[in-house]
């Protein structure tokens, strides 16, 4: 399969502690991005990278949230000391960037309880 | 944030029927995209709109880029079974994060 990936699916945490995500994308696809989608609502962005450099980040991320792309291939999410609030499914999506098409992983589910 | 209006929230057809559906917006987009997501999956692109009045299909799936840059619709042909899940349209501006702006989707159910 040549799509993209994210491990875990799913996770389930308690409230106070930290989680990573991880994002495997298309094969030479130098843009990646992460969304993040709450039930009923489309995605919403949240960072992007053009290779390993981290190039926007939304006001949605907050400083407990931090992304890296080291050598510009996978990506992870980390999100420390986690609230009920950040319970979403988040998504990763990558383009070779022109065309501009964004192609999305199946996401990783994220319960806080 | 930026936030595309997208209509209707729900349908529910029947089987055969076609189906439209459309997004507007109060901003300009470069390039329009409708997406379809399944339950616990993420979003599948379904065609993707560069050029304003441009008309593009995909099987059953037709869409168009609207004259203004500020709307596009999609209209399903002859709807089946595995049409059921959630449309969302998307509009994106090519210059900087190029990053997409999502409807808040329409679902889909289909009576056999």
């Known amino acids: 399969d040549t799509g993209v990936s994210q491990n875990p699916r799913h996770k389930i945490t308690k409230r106070g502690q930290n989680v990573t995500f991880r994002c495997d994308p298309i094969?030479?696809?130098?843009?990646l991005y992460w969304y993040r989608q709450t039930l009923g609502q489309g995605p919403e962005f949240l960072t992007y990278?053009?290779?390993?450099?981290?190039?926007?980040k939304s006001r949605l991320l907050s400083d407990r949230f931090s992304a890296e792309r080291p050598k510009g291939s996978f990506s992870t999410l980390e999100i420390q000391r986690t609230e009920q609030g950040d319970s979403a499914m988040y998504l990763c999506?990558?383009?070779?960037?022109?065309?501009?098409?964004?192609?999305f992983g199946p996401g990783t589910r994220l319960t806080v309880t | 944030g930026q936030q595309l209006n997208q209509s209707p929230q729900s349908m529910f057809i029947q089987e055969g029927e076609d189906v439209s559906m459309n997004c507007t917006s109060s901003?300009?987009?470069?390039?329009w995209l409708w997406y379809k997501q399944d339950p616990g999956e993420g979003p599948v692109l379904l065609i993707a709109?560069?050029?304003?009045?441009e008309l593009t299909s995909n099987g059953r799936l037709t869409a168009q880029f609207g004259i203004t840059r500020k709307d596009s619709f999609l209209n399903i042909s002859a709807s089946i079974p595995s049409d059921v899940g959630i449309y969302f349209c998307?509009?994106?501006?090519?210059?900087?994060?190029?990053?997409?702006?999502f409807g808040q989707g329409t679902r889909l159910t289909i009576n056999p």
């Open positions: 709109l560069y050029k304003a009045g």
């Open positions: 901003s300009i987009f470069n390039t």
């Open positions: 094969s030479e696809h130098n843009r």
């Open positions: 999506a990558t383009t070779p960037g022109q065309p501009y098409e964004q192609y």
């Open positions: 998307a509009g994106q501006i090519i210059q900087g994060a190029q990053k997409l702006v």
């Open positions: 990278f053009q290779n390993e450099a981290q190039l926007e």
